[in-house]
Nanobody, 121 residues
């Protein structure tokens, strides 16, 4: 079984920074892509950033120039460095990964439990 665990959320002032980390573990054959999504109060879940296994990156327009997504040296880890945070960034941030399991014939999405990010004004 595969699981994703996020860490690094918290409360910061506007203009501050946070670094989120997500680690995938379990019976993993390969990880095709990892990313971050978020869901603010009363909002739908939205894409923040993704990175695939050859380094192709996508960002939501709202975070371009402020957030940076990267993979750890061990490719089961994905990092989201968040700078110049705004109150609008307040949300639960969820790690996502497209993973081919050892005993599964096709890749599927997995989700972490989420970590709260709160930005005060």
């Amino acid at each position: 079984q595969v699981q994703l665990v996020e860490s690094g959320g918290g409360l910061v002032q506007a203009g501050g920074s946070l670094r989120l980390s997500c680690a995938a573990s379990g019976s993993i054959f390969s990880i095709n892509a990892m990313g971050w999504y978020r869901q603010g109060p009363g909002k739908q879940r939205e894409l923040v950033a993704t990175i695939d296994n050859i380094g192709s990156i996508k960002y939501a327009d709202s975070v371009k120039g402020r957030f940076t997504i990267s993979r750890g040296v061990t490719k089961n880890i994905v990092i989201l460095q968040m700078n110049s945070l705004k109150p609008e960034d307040t949300a639960v941030y969820y790690c996502n990964a497209d993973i081919l399991g050892v005993t599964i014939s096709a890749a599927r999405d997995y989700w972490g439990q989420g970590t709260q990010v709160t930005v005060s004004s």
